[in-house]
């Protein structure tokens, strides 16, 4: 048994009175992914804010790489190691691809008054990074913004693994990407894993977890609602539980039990009148 990268045992977060999350618990290891998988308002982009260090928790433990640790800031969680990959992305679209790769982080040459940015550093790099992670991008000078959806995510992922992360977190890198895009991504999120970095990857989407996962952790209502790992878990049961598993059941049957009412004479008959 190795240590986890980051462990979080029992965690819990109110807003106010609001239970965002309540005893969570999960483990992200050294080259495995672990997914997080849970409906609108489960807690998912709470427990990110946790693990990125945007928000404390109130109760239970957070660990990384065996450490108690309470996050103050997301300057922190990075000192750490635990970079992460938010939806709306923080890039500036009107910036070439190198800018937006080194945004942050701009190495520069020279001292006192003759310091500048060492443009041509991040050109090549940015492009030998990306090459790495096998994104032939021919032109590292257009603007971010004419990338896709899709290509975007590649590239802070590639920045993630060059900058030395060792925790990479993603929330829904695929939620808006069609099906062809989404693949491209997930074989980079695979990329990071064979880099040896232990993911957190959030989700909707049961098939795309199980293609990539080690690990799943199901939330519902900011609680726990199933942890597996893959051996424990089929597509066919992750789909069913996602997809609401024994709330559908039950909708079947009230379904079942009532038949549409039957018209007569323009006007709905209840089934016991009509027969
Ligand atoms: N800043 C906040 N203040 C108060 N309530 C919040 C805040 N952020 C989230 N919540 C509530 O916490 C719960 C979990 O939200 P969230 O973590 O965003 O879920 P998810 O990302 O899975 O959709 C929801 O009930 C949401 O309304
Ligand atoms: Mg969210």
Same mark, same amino acid.
């Given at each position: @048994?190795?240590?986890?990268?980051?462990?979080?045992? =029992?965690? &819990?977060?109110?807003?106010? !009175?609001?239970?965002?999350?309540?005893?969570?618990?999960?483990?992200?290891?050294?080259?495995?992914?672990?997914?997080?998988?849970?409906?609108?308002?489960?807690?998912?982009?709470? +427990? /990110?804010? /946790?693990? #990125?260090?945007?928000?404390?928790?109130? #109760?239970?433990?957070?660990?990384?790489?065996?450490?108690?640790? !309470?996050?103050?800031?997301?300057?922190?969680?990075?000192?750490?190691? /635990? #970079? !992460?990959?938010?939806?709306?992305?923080?890039?500036?679209? +009107?910036?070439?691809?190198?800018?937006?790769?080194?945004?942050?982080?701009?190495?520069?040459?020279?001292?006192?008054?003759?310091?500048?940015?060492?443009?041509?550093?991040?050109?090549?790099?940015?492009?030998?990074?990306?090459?790495? @992670?096998?994104?032939?991008?021919?032109?590292?000078?257009?603007?971010?913004?004419? +990338?896709?959806?899709?290509?975007?995510?590649?590239?802070?992922? *590639?920045?993630?693994?060059?900058?030395?992360?060792?925790?990479?977190?993603?929330?829904?890198? !695929?939620?808006?990407?069609?099906?062809?895009?989404?693949?491209?991504?997930?074989?980079?999120?695979? *990329? *990071?894993?064979? $880099? =040896?970095?232990?993911?957190?990857?959030?989700?909707?989407?049961?098939?795309? $977890?199980?293609?990539?996962?080690?690990?799943?952790?199901?939330?519902?209502?900011?609680?726990?609602?199933?942890?597996?790992?893959?051996? &424990?878990?089929?597509?066919?049961?992750?789909?069913?539980?996602?997809? =609401?598993? &024994?709330?559908?059941?039950?909708?079947?049957?009230? +379904?079942?039990?009532?038949?549409?009412?039957?018209? /007569?004479?323009?006007?709905?008959?209840?089934?016991?009148?009509?027969?």
């Amino acid at each position: @048994m190795t240590t986890p990268l980051v462990e979080l045992d =029992g965690v &819990s977060k109110y807003y106010g !009175t609001v239970r965002a999350l309540e005893g969570v618990s999960l483990e992200v290891h050294a080259g495995e992914i672990t997914c997080v998988l849970g409906d609108n308002g489960a807690g998912k982009s709470t +427990l /990110i804010k /946790i693990i #990125a260090g945007l928000h404390a928790h109130d #109760a239970g433990t957070f660990r990384v790489e065996g450490r108690d640790t !309470t996050l103050s800031s997301p300057r922190e969680a990075l000192d750490l190691g /635990i #970079a !992460t990959v938010y939806q709306d992305l923080a890039v500036v679209p +009107l910036m070439p691809v190198w800018r937006n790769f080194f945004l942050g982080s701009e190495p520069t040459r020279g001292r006192g008054p003759f310091k500048r940015l060492d443009v041509r550093h991040m050109r090549a790099t940015t492009r030998a990074e990306l090459l790495r @992670m096998g994104i032939d991008l021919r032109d590292v000078d257009q603007p971010i913004g004419t +990338l896709s959806g899709g290509e975007r995510q590649c590239v802070a992922i *590639a920045r993630a693994v060059h900058f030395g992360a060792k925790v990479l977190v993603l929330d829904e890198p !695929t939620a808006a990407l069609g099906v062809k895009q989404s693949g491209v991504v997930l074989k980079y999120v695979a *990329a *990071a894993r064979d $880099a =040896g970095l232990g993911v957190v990857l959030i989700t909707h989407n049961p098939h795309h $977890a199980h293609l990539v996962g080690d690990r799943f952790v199901l939330l519902k209502r900011g609680v726990m609602a199933g942890s597996h790992t893959k051996q &424990s878990l089929t597509l066919d049961e992750l789909t069913r539980q996602m997809a =609401g598993g &024994s709330e559908l059941d039950d909708l079947r049957h009230e +379904l079942e039990r009532a038949p549409a009412p039957t018209r /007569i004479g323009g006007h709905d008959v209840p089934p016991a009148a009509a027969g």
